[in-house]
């Protein structure tokens, strides 16, 4: 607690009370709360670009909402036209759009993306210009001809061919537009999940490129199993949103047991030799290895193949193991045991608040897509906390919404009473506990000497407020700098 901060270029120099000391600059925000900057763990800054830049698609609540999205915003040309957040979970009739209707919205190549990425809407064009007709997850309808839905390797080649399309400054005006809505939620620090499968390594490098002059920080993540390479661009982390399942939306998420409103177990998308050989030597070369697993299946798989990793050290290194802090994102429908094993590897979660808020209620998603059994025990943040998992606080931007106090609401009023987390606590996973997730805790997350100058500043105190949602900062500062100011 204090009244006033001391800043020393990006750093902290102290924390007081009563008179302030002497300074260059003076910044008076009297009646203010001033938190640390918020850190999301999960974030894909280009995604949230070009969601941001096309909203409609997200307030579409029918197939015809959909095509007439695309037929107002498409217009005339040949040029490839992406679009991102149809959900259709929340539409009265959950019918998709057929590819002849989406072929009678726009001659231009077409690619409408779920909300949750792991599936998509493709016209004919786009289908014949990619070849990704032939690759698994394209949807066929009982004459075999291509519905236009696609999930799995289709996906990610459609995805692919698309973003080729976009040019570098394209790109780097979706990652500024998406670091400016961070720094306008009070959050200073995000965490990138860059995904090559979908993007190519471009995309990653036009935010080097231009990463110093963005207006939060920013931790990168690479979803690749190439190791020299992530090494070669000097990350201490490797993996990330690396998907070893898909999502339950897309009915891709690996469980151990069918889906209740579709065929089949879902995906996954590793063997065990495979993943574990990459585990084990992403561990060995020193790089904390990150993986997305959302489905209790997936879940299974990738700590069996981490206890394989584990066991094979001695107690040395295994105290070298768990001090990695290993990460796991997402980690959905883990059971009570599956959540003590995870502590006893010391595994690190990146959890997504909002997912419950907006999928995991009876009748939501999550319910329709796997019955109330399983869905009512879905994200057991509190049951992480008790057993001393350190647990971190995203998004998934564009997933759900860039915003900190939609997170911390969503931790508050979790749908099981028993798995809610009180707001002081919540405050901390969204600082402190996202910068452990990156090893960070001695730069971030607290406002304390030497740590970065990282802070948001709100005319009502969020540890008070009798409602966080829609709470905005009038100022943050990110490494000292002045990012935002309404």
């Known amino acids: 607690m204090g009244e006033w901060l001391l800043i020393d270029g990006r750093h902290v120099q102290r924390v007081g009370t009563g008179e302030a000391p002497q300074a260059d600059r003076i910044v008076e925000l009297p009646g203010t709360s001033i938190l640390p900057g918020f850190i999301d763990t999960h974030v894909h800054l280009t995604g949230t670009g070009i969601h941001h830049a096309s909203p409609e698609l997200s307030r579409a609540r029918s197939a015809a909402d959909v095509v007439a999205v695309v037929r107002k915003l498409a217009g005339e040309g040949d040029e490839p036209f992406l679009i991102h957040g149809y959900d259709e979970s929340k539409w009265p009739d959950t019918r998709l759009p057929t590819v002849e209707e989406l072929d009678g919205a726009t001659r231009r190549p077409l690619l409408v993306i779920r909300v949750d990425g792991h599936a998509s809407l493709a016209n004919t064009v786009a289908l014949e210009a990619t070849g990704a007709a032939e690759e698994p997850g394209m949807e066929r309808d009982d004459a075999g001809a291509p519905t236009g839905f696609i999930t799995r390797e289709a996906n990610n080649r459609v995805r692919r061919w698309f973003n080729r399309h976009l040019s570098d400054h394209d790109i780097q005006q979706h990652q500024l537009r998406a670091a400016a809505l961070a720094a306008s939620r009070g959050v200073t620090c995000v965490h990138e999940m860059s995904m090559p499968s979908e993007r190519d390594l471009r995309d990653l490098e036009v935010l ?27 990350f201490g982390q490797i993996g990330g949103d690396l998907a070893i399942d898909g999502s339950i939306g897309a009915r891709t998420a690996c469980l151990s047991r069918p889906y209740t409103d579709g065929e089949g177990n879902g995906a996954a998308y590793y063997p065990d030799d495979e993943l574990a050989e990459f585990l084990h030597n992403a561990h060995l070369a020193g790089l904390q290895a990150g993986v997305h697993a959302i489905g209790d299946g997936a879940i299974e798989q ?15 290194e295994r105290r070298h193991f768990r001090a990695r802090r290993h990460r796991v994102e997402h980690f959905e429908m883990p059971s009570p045991q599956q959540i003590e094993k995870a502590a006893m590897l010391g595994l690190a979660v990146s959890i997504q608040p909002c997912f419950d808020a907006e999928w995991g209620h009876p009748g939501g998603l999550y319910d329709v897509r796997l ?9 057991p943040f509190r049951s992480l906390l008790d057993r001393g998992i350190e647990v971190g606080v995203g998004s998934d931007s564009p997933i759900t919404d860039l915003d900190p106090m939609a997170a911390i609401e969503a931790l508050e009023n979790h749908h099981d009473p028993a798995q809610r987390v009180w707001r002081g606590e919540a405050i901390r996973l969204a600082t402190v506990g996202s910068a452990r997730l990156a090893h960070q805790e001695d730069k971030k997350g607290s406002l304390e000497p030497g740590k970065h100058a990282d802070f948001a500043a709100y ?23 002045e990012v935002y100011a309404s």
């Open 302 to 316: 990738l700590l069996s193949v981490w206890e394989r990793v584990y066991r094979a050290l001695d107690s040395r």
């Open 459 to 481: 005319e009502s105190d969020p540890l008070t407020a009798g409602s966080v949602v829609g709470l905005r900062p009038i100022l943050t500062v990110s490494l000292g700098r």
């Open 208 to 234: 080097l490129g231009h990463r110093a002059r963005l207006p939060v920080d920013v931790v990168t993540y690479v979803a690749s199993t190439d190791i020299p390479q992530v090494m070669d661009l000097r």
């Open 371 to 379: 019955g109330w059994d399983r869905a009512s025990g879905m994200n």
